[in-house]
């Protein structure tokens, strides 16, 4: 699949990361009269810029990030950018920030926003090293400690959190999001003293720090969004990433003539560690008709995990899951067939099994690894597995897969 379809190539690469345009509420702290022209306060106070972004799983969307379920977390990415851009060395760079839930339900009344957390978990410097770096965090709050930036230096790196859970149908708002507060000051010239104001963007504001805010959506929704798809960042301790429930795909339920397929199908990815990946999105759809006899629906499973169209380094695992409901009566699983496409409006052609120590090649970059399993009472998982369909797949790039 061309990372063109995913329309963020630069989030594909963490070296590669390009800031946007800075958020800012610091406009509330403009003071008439100061000295925003003088050449006095630009040598005394160099100017800073600095960019907040949330990482989304698309250009042509904003951020978003799927909740937490039972045995799933997500997770919710900030980009941060500073650049000291004036002449001066600067001594003792704080940058600081801390996430607040909205749209919880379950919150009292008396507080709306004190209900689910998004704690932080780690930090991602780009390049890997910044000199004389140190992140600390407590709970949901993180402060970042830079002793010196010289001038023209430029501090990138990325700030991830966990996605709250989702606990309960009517848990959250429509609007549900994590707010990602954060706050900027630093000393001036080579003093260790704050300055008595401090340029942000070339703006001159009385009272320092700078501050801003940035948001990332969530999808909370326990019908199609959550069933049929995710969206998370990938720390660099890898992690698994399910549609559904993770535990089983169940059978259609509701009237005939109105019922909603998708739990009958499920995607899981699991991504190996230190990958340097940015982002995962799967999008699964289940249509009527199978592609033989053998099944009455036909999965698709859009796997996105892009990488700036170069394979990964370590093969990622993908299970395809198929419910026991859309297997035809006396269908063979030695009959089934998993097609894939790199590219997300080609036609997929059928998987060639893996080679023997089950990993991909550079010219078979995707591969069925082992036999399909079909669930029976003795290895099914759960009860509701019983008769389901598995396939294993070991990936090195994106791709569409169909069942």
Known sequence: MTDSVFAHDALAARSGLVSRAARWVGSAFLAAGLLVGSS??????????????????????????????????????????????????????????????????????????????????????????????????????????FSQMKAGANNLFVLIFAAPALTAADHWADTAAINFNWSFDYASGNSSGTPSSVLCSGVLIAAPPCTGSALTGLVTTQTDAILSSFITYIPTFGGTFFTGNGASVLPPTGPSGSLNLRPTAAVKLTVPTGQNLTTAQADVTVLLGGQTGDTTTTITGVIKVPNNDQ??????????????????????????????SHDDAGTPQPLSPCPTNGVPTSTNPVCVFGLPIEFTKKNAPTPDDVGDWLFVIHALENGRLAQ
């Open 311 to 340: 394979l990964f380094a370590t093969y990622a695992t993908i299970e395809l899951r198929r419910d026991a409901s859309t297997i035809a009566k006396g269908a063979k699983i030695a009959n089934a067939v998993v097609s894939y």
């Open 40 to 145: 006095a306060a630009l040598a005394a106070n160099a100017n800073f810029v600095v960019t907040v972004t949330p990482v989304a799983a698309s250009a042509s969307s904003p951020a978003s990030v799927s909740v937490g379920r039972n045995g799933l977390t997500t997770y919710a990415a900030y980009q941060v950018s500073i650049t000291n851009s004036s002449g001066n060395t600067n001594n003792s760079i704080r940058f600081s920030g801390s996430t607040v839930v909205s749209g919880d339900l379950t919150a009292s009344p008396a507080n709306a926003d004190a209900g689910a957390l998004a704690p932080y978990i780690e930090t991602i410097f780009i390049p890997n090293t910044i000199p004389n770096t140190a992140c600390t965090a407590n709970g949901s709050t993180v402060l970042c400690n």
